[in-house]
T-cell receptor, first 116, second 119 residues
């Protein structure tokens, strides 16, 4: 079954420290995209970072980077130098080429709280 | 660029009423979709479109209709609202219609969401 698993329902991090949010995925498809979205308390879904299944380099976008381990089917999000504004819900998601609807399959999310 | 624009942001309906959630994107994206987000269930796909004139059902299509007469607009219609349709609705679009699943062209951009309550 195609599935995204986020095992950390909630996490705390001290401001200015780095934090890693875990995500594993399950698919037999060879062609897929992996995404991370941030959902602050205001409710919008903000795209953070993307990794394609054939990308050999780990994706980076500013303070966000991915630790993509294809053999282990994991794509952990690293947020460096945490800021108070990083407090939000974070969703890992996947799109599959074998799915004709190309829907995003979401994990259950991790709620991150940044402490001052 | 405005990105993906959804209206209204909030709506309260009575059971049996109908309404349309509007979605428009100005990025010339081929793919558009509607999701609903319920507590404890994550986001689920309602309907999607890979281009003007083409729509198809997602995971939870019952009670909803869509149309795509232009590339820009993808309205979601609730035919006869039920309390089970109380949810937050998101419209999302991507430049690619699914042919470039391993490229950044398939990143989904979301609208701000529409919170619907059915009494």
């Amino acid at each position: 079954a195609q599935k995204i698993t986020q095992t950390q329902p909630g996490m705390f991090v001290q401001e200015k420290e780095a934090v890693t949010l875990d995500c594993t995925y399950d698919t037999s498809d060879q062609s897929y995209g992996l995404f991370w979205y941030k959902q602050p308390s205001s409710g919008e879904m903000i795209f953070l970072i993307y990794q394609g299944s054939y990308d050999e380099q780990n994706a980076t976008e500013g303070r966000y980077s991915l630790n993509f381990q294809k053999a282990r089917k994991s794509t952990n999000l690293v947020i460096s130098a945490s800021q108070l504004g990083d407090s939000a819900m974070y969703f890992c998601a996947m799109r599959l080429s074998m799915d004709s609807s190309y829907k995003l399959i979401f994990g259950s999310g991790t709620r991150l709280l940044v402490r001052p | 660029n405005a990105g993906v624009t959804q209206t209204p942001k909030f709506q309260v309906l009575k059971t049996g009423q109908s309404m349309t959630l509007q979605c428009a994107q100005d990025m010339n994206h081929e793919y558009m979709s509607w999701y609903r987000q319920d507590p404890g269930m994550g986001l689920r796909l309602i309907h999607y479109s890979v281009g003007a004139g083409i729509t198809d059902q997602g995971e939870v299509p019952n009670g909803y209709n869509v149309s795509r007469s232009t590339t820009e607009d993808f309205p979601l219609r609730l035919l006869s609202a039920a309390p089970s349709q109380t949810s937050v609705y998101f419209c999302a679009s991507s430049r690619d219609r699914g042919r470039l699943i391993t490229s950044g062209a398939n990143v989904l951009t979301f609208g701000a969401g529409s919170r619907l309550t059915v009494l």
